[in-house]
């Protein structure tokens, strides 16, 4: 079993909570359905939010649907001119049997846009 950092991320319409939340959920259950893992294979999970976010912890999503006992972060992200607004990153570490080259990087709607080279 190997160790593999898997990355995502999701664009908020608005800063609200409940927004926050369904559309992390939907990031971190993509996340898992696309690279065939459960809750189980999860080591940790680092999560950033713009700074232009203030309403929720993405981490809060996180608990929500049942991930209670990984570890989880959050932490904010570099304020850059010009950056895309209302993002929220992650980044998953996960235990899988998957080589590199098959791991499913997941960037939903106008996120695709940060990293064409491995959105999928």
Aim: proline share 4%.
């Amino acid at each position: 079993m190997a160790v593999r950092a898997v990355r995502g991320a999701v664009q908020l319409e608005r800063d609200e909570a409940g927004h926050m939340r369904e559309q992390v959920e939907e990031l971190l259950t993509a996340v898992l359905e696309r690279n065939g893992l459960t809750t189980e294979d999860l080591i940790s999970i680092w999560f950033t939010a713009t700074p232009d976010l203030h309403s929720d912890f993405p981490a809060a999503a996180a608990r929500h649907i049942g991930i209670v006992d990984v570890p989880l972060i959050c932490a904010q992200e570099l304020d850059i001119e010009g950056a895309m607004p209302r993002v929220v990153r992650l980044l998953a570490h996960v235990e899988t049997e998957l080589p590199k080259s098959r791991i499913a990087h997941v960037y939903l709607g106008a996120a695709a846009a940060l990293r064409k080279d491995i959105a999928q």
